[in-house]
């Protein structure tokens, strides 16, 4: 592409994200802003046609500038300047997306009035700001890590404000992505791709400035955390320093959202640093493993907290969303029932199964990575995890396209994930998915048959003999 062409994705990219900050102005996530909204009641409400046309038409120009250079980036430099050209607007806005913030504020007025969030809802104190709060969570407890509790604690207690609390935490969402774009480029070098692309994927796409700095999600941070211990691992193995400090840093991970955890093993394979051996294994994983555990251990009691956030984690399965792909096939078997007389709740029985297949697929990936590139086996991991969880929502894909951005020779079936997601959420956090469901989970289901297909042709093929001449 010429100079030109790239200037003119640039600005188209900029364009996106001006519309977007102006649309988070208008009818955000905004503290005093319907908790229950629907696409049609934001219509038919103050600038409600507008503020859709500027999410629609914001998001798709970003979207369309990203994909456009997603394998054709001029240089790393270039993809930087761009990247931190589209987020500017994000850092001055209302949240977008989602009201996960007043979440986090609230939860952490709990804990610093010595209310532990893992027992008791934020409504129990009652939070000052209890009205910004969606209703399902007000009686739930938190699903995160401790860290990202202390965290939240300090931050209201030294703020006192829910404005300030949250620019404090949009503060925490903007190092975790500077995190990301230091650690990013170690992690590409040693896969063999290229800087520039991996820096692209990972930090200008259309969900970095919407929903990890607007909308303040602590993903930003988990993923700093994770992509930053992975380059300490990768950078120094078999060096037991190093690599005892890199399981800290994915300590400090799972400490802001436990969903680090699942690189940690894979994280063990790399500090090995040549080829696998169960000795070199229990000598230089264990570093990692242990410095993690102790970590996250050692955050839990400090903090005088216990492993409340397991309960957290299941109340995450009160929302229904066919992005879920296990929760689409349950919607899909009481679609079909119906007609029969028969009203089957399937929800249950295909998450579960969800969840007994990602384990299954977690050790496989494990051990296949023993002889293999661990750093791509532990992003295919996380995209397991964001596949098969009972929900989605669409800053989750953030946790594997980090990874996916430094280790994967193919983008486009990534980057289309990444697209999809980005249409899911309306600028003041309406799901979409909840009123489209009894088209998307059918459809949903299909993919899945097909995708299921396609690995069971693909395995097929791959263990048939190769006829020699």
């Known amino acids: 592409m010429s100079d030109v062409s790239h200037h003119l994705v640039r600005w188209t990219g900029l364009a996106g994200s001006i519309m977007l900050a102006v649309a988070a102005f208008l009818g955000g996530a905004l503290p005093d802003g319907d908790l229950r909204p629907t696409p049609l009641r934001i219509w038919q409400g103050p600038y409600g046609p507008l503020i859709i046309a500027l999410w629609l038409f914001g998001t798709a120009a970003m979207a369309f500038a990203w994909w456009t250079l997603r394998d054709r980036v001029p240089s790393a430099r270039w993809a930087l300047v761009t990247a931190g050209l589209w987020l500017v607007p994000f850092l001055f806005t209302p949240p977008l997306g989602s009201r996960d913030a007043y979440a986090y504020a609230c939860q952490g007025a709990s804990f610093a009035n010595g209310i532990s969030p893992y027992e008791y809802g934020v409504s129990t104190l009652p939070c000052p700001w209890l009205d910004t709060m969606s209703f399902i969570w007000r009686d739930t407890p938190a699903p995160y890590g401790p860290l990202f509790v202390v965290l939240s604690g300090a931050i209201v207690a030294a703020t006192g404000s829910l404005i300030a609390s949250i620019a404090l935490f949009r503060v925490l969402a903007v190092a975790g992505v500077l995190l990301t774009a230091v650690s990013v480029p170690v992690l590409a070098r040693h896969c063999g791709v290229p800087v520039g692309r991996a820096l692209w994927l990972a930090l200008a796409g259309p969900l970095v400035g919407v929903h990890l700095i607007s909308g303040v999600h602590n993903d930003a941070l988990m993923v700093g955390f994770m992509v930053a211990g992975l380059a300490i691992v990768v950078s120094r193995p078999a060096r037991p320093w190093p690599l005892l400090a890199g399981g800290v840093v994915l300590g400090m991970a799972a400490g802001i959202k436990v969903t680090a955890l699942v690189v940690v093993p894979f994280a063990a394979l790399l500090a090995i640093g040549g080829g696998f051996t169960l000795r070199g294994l229990l000598r230089h994983g264990t570093p990692v493993v242990g410095g993690a555990v102790a970590t996250l251990i050692g955050v839990t009691l400090g903090a005088g907290l216990n492993l409340g956030w397991i309960t957290g984690l299941s109340h995450g399965n009160e ?78 894909w953030f946790w594997p396209l980090a990874l996916l951005a430094a280790t994967a020779h193919r983008t486009w079936w990534f980057s289309a994930v990444t697209v999809f997601a980005a249409f899911q959420v309306l600028a003041d956090g309406t799901g979409l998915p909840r009123y489209t469901k009894t088209v998307g989970a059918p459809l949903m289901t299909l993919f899945v048959i097909w995708v299921a297909v396609r690995l069971v042709r693909s395995a097929r093929a791959a263990r048939r003999p190769v006829p020699v001449d």
């Open 319 to 396: 929302v229904i969303a066919w992005t879920s792909p296990p929760t689409a096939v349950g919607q899909t078997v009481g679609y079909v029932l119906l007609p029969f007389g028969l009203h089957v709740d399937a929800l249950p029985v295909t998450r579960g199964i969800g969840m007994v297949v990602l384990a299954a697929l977690l050790v496989w990936l494990w051990f296949r990575a023993r002889h293999r590139e661990p750093l791509w086996h532990a992003a295919l991991a996380l995209t397991a995890t964001v596949a098969l969880a009972p929900l989605f929502h669409p800053w989750y």
